[in-house]
């Protein structure tokens, strides 16, 4: 089971705009349905983010959280990943409310403030579906992702040791790392540790090879045995990190929110190609890819029966 890969699949986020792509999922029924494609062609981790049905622009809400997560609970067994990133703007409140709600398996955890500068994808696009998009990546440009200390220790504390809820813990700089291993010394989390390495994000680390070899070898000499490693990488290069890493023995995530493409210049038309994708390259590499349960075991989750939903 060392040598199964994890393929988690983030099917829409709260980065990319609805004029940007006709393909992101925008409402609960189409983000189930999404995660549902997404499952069957071999992701076990869905890890999801809710949107205003009618505009499309991220929401904390979770009564619609709770219009897509229990279709997605009877139509597959995946692990459900929810955020507690939320989207730009939300108070640790708002992005904690969905997920106190649901007392999910796992939700994702982003382990130190930062800029998170988006501003550049506006000057992509044409035309505008929505008045609040543009606006919405523009500001970014002035933009701190908040995530203190002492947010970490709450998000934890009222989730993790509340509701048994295990992280998917995002590091988007080798400083998080350390952040995170700050938190194990002290015994704030436990291993085994799911540290998801981003790449790609302006704000973070950039997406060069050197880098994906630097994050790891420093999350090895930091956790030990006491981490799995997963690899996600913004755009374009969605492919060539998540390949590189299965290489070199971790997991990976793909998804719409990650990237809108499939090949160069080609949009992807749903998360399910990007996860037959990478499974169909990491297949033929000689991999095996996990299923859910395999997943649940590796990481150490509570189960699907122990939700809220």
């Given amino acids: 089971m060392a040598r199964k890969i994890i393929i988690t699949c983030a099917v829409t986020g709260a980065i990319h705009t609805p004029s940007m792509s006709p393909h992101l999922p925008i409402t609960p029924a189409e983000i189930a349905q999404a995660s549902i494609e997404a499952a069957e062609a071999g992701a076990s981790i869905i890890h999801l983010h809710a949107r205003d049905p009618q505009t499309g622009e991220p929401s904390p809400d ?19 990943n929810i955020t507690t990133g939320g989207g730009l703007n939300m108070t640790l409140d708002d992005r904690l409310a969905a997920p106190l709600q649901a007392k999910p398996e796992m ?53 993790g040791k509340g509701h048994g809820t295990r992280f998917e813990f995002e590091c988007y700089d080798v400083g998080h790392l350390y952040n995170l291993a700050h938190m194990l010394d002290r015994g704030v989390v436990e291993g085994p540790l799911f540290v998801q390495t981003i790449f ?30 997963s690899v996600l990488a913004a755009g374009r290069h969605q492919m060539n990190f998540t390949t590189m890493a299965g290489m070199l023995g971790g997991n990976v995530r793909v998804g719409l929110e990650d990237s809108l493409w499939i090949s160069p210049g080609k949009q992807a038309t749903s998360n399910a190609q990007q996860v037959a994708k990478i499974r169909r390259i990491l297949e033929e590499l000689g991999y095996e890819i996990a299923s859910p349960n395999e997943a649940r075991q590796m990481l150490k989750l509570k189960g699907g029966d122990l939700v809220g939903f």
Avoid: C
């Fill in 62 to 80: 979770p009564a619609l959280f709770m219009q897509f997560l229990p279709v997605i609970k009877q139509s597959t067994d995946a692990v459900m």
């Fill in 107 to 159: 939700a994702s955890l982003n382990m130190g403030s930062m800029n998170f500068n988006i501003s550049g994808s506006a000057a992509r696009v044409k035309e505008w579906k929505h008045d609040w998009e543009k606006p919405y990546l523009e500001r970014t440009v002035n933009h701190i992702f908040r995530n203190t200390f002492q947010d970490i220790e709450q998000i934890v504390e009222r989730l």
């Fill in 200 to 229: 790609g994000i302006l704000g973070g680390i950039g997406p060069e090879p050197r880098n994906l070899m630097f994050m790891k070898e420093t999350a090895d000499r930091l956790f030990g045995d006491q981490y799995v490693w």
